[in-house]
């Protein structure tokens, strides 16, 4: 199975900066994307970034791009979000999920297989 364990949530002021990790263990393919996704209570999970090995060609929300970035290290065994301006709307929990799809489905929760099991990200005006 594969294993993916987020890290580096917290706390932050508005205009801040955060970076998280996701970082997988276990059985990985070679050509997979690899996905941010953040979700708060009562909403829908959306998808924040995401990056596709082994092109490294990357995906962004629009109420993201500038402000984050997504990168990979080791073949993709580490993702990183680096999370840069923070806004109070981005308070959500982080999700790191992997999975076998054409890149025009990136943003959907349902195209996913493995999923971590979160961080919270709260950021305070």
């Known amino acids: 199975q594969l294993r993916l364990v987020e890290s580096g949530g917290g706390s932050a002021q508005a205009g801040g900066s955060l970076r998280l990790s996701c970082t997988a263990s276990?059985?990985?393919?070679?050509?997979?994307?690899m996905t941010w996704f953040r979700q708060a209570p009562g909403k829908e999970r959306e998808g924040v970034a995401g990056i596709h090995l082994p092109s490294d060609t990357t995906y962004y929300a629009d109420s993201v791009k500038g402000r984050f970035t997504i990168s990979q290290d080791n073949a993709g065994e580490t993702v990183h979000l680096q999370m840069n301006n923070l806004e109070v709307e981005d308070t959500d929990m982080y999700y790191c999920?992997?999975?076998?799809?054409?890149?025009?489905?990136?943003?959907?929760?349902?195209?996913?297989?493995?999923w971590g099991q979160g961080t919270q990200v709260t950021v305070s005006s």
């Open positions: 276990g059985h990985t393919y070679s050509t997979n994307f």
């Open positions: 999920a992997r999975g076998l799809l054409y890149g025009e489905h990136w943003n959907q929760p349902a195209q996913y297989s493995d």
